[in-house]
């Protein structure tokens, strides 16, 4: 018998719906709705592909298997996010930091702007 691994949601249900004027950020490849604009803790942030926000959640998400990045503040645990429509990688969560200046980060999610499209009058 096949062994499946289960994939974590960030989310609480598999596909959330939101009314038409909510600023959101969407996925660049299949238009999911991935984040609330409200969600948005800093836009001073750089992932692999460039500028990138710092979020307090997201939704419609999926998280990849946990690892140690060295990124520019230091070596952290962190977790690919993942979109739960269509599986493109749109940046990380922050498991683990690696000192106490770093703590604010854990637990929050690095969106790639190169990887989403802000939607809905910003």
């Excluded at 939101?18 to 609330?36: D, E, G, R, T």
């Amino acid at each position: 018998m096949p062994m499946h691994k289960e994939v974590e949601t960030c989310s609480n249900q598999d596909l959330h719906y939101l009314p038409s004027n909510q600023p959101v950020f969407s996925c660049k490849n299949c238009s999911c709705v991935i984040a609330l604009q409200d969600e948005l803790c800093s836009k001073g942030f750089t992932g692999s592909s460039g500028t990138a926000f710092l979020m307090n959640s997201t939704i419609n998400t999926n998280l990849g298997e946990k690892e140690e990045r060295k990124l520019i503040t230091g070596t952290h645990t962190c977790a690919d996010l993942l979109c739960a429509s269509c599986g493109t990688s749109l940046g990380w969560k922050y498991l683990k930091t690696p000192t106490a200046e770093q703590k604010y980060k854990e637990n929050r999610y690095i969106l790639e702007q190169a990887r989403v499209v802000k939607e809905n009058n910003w």
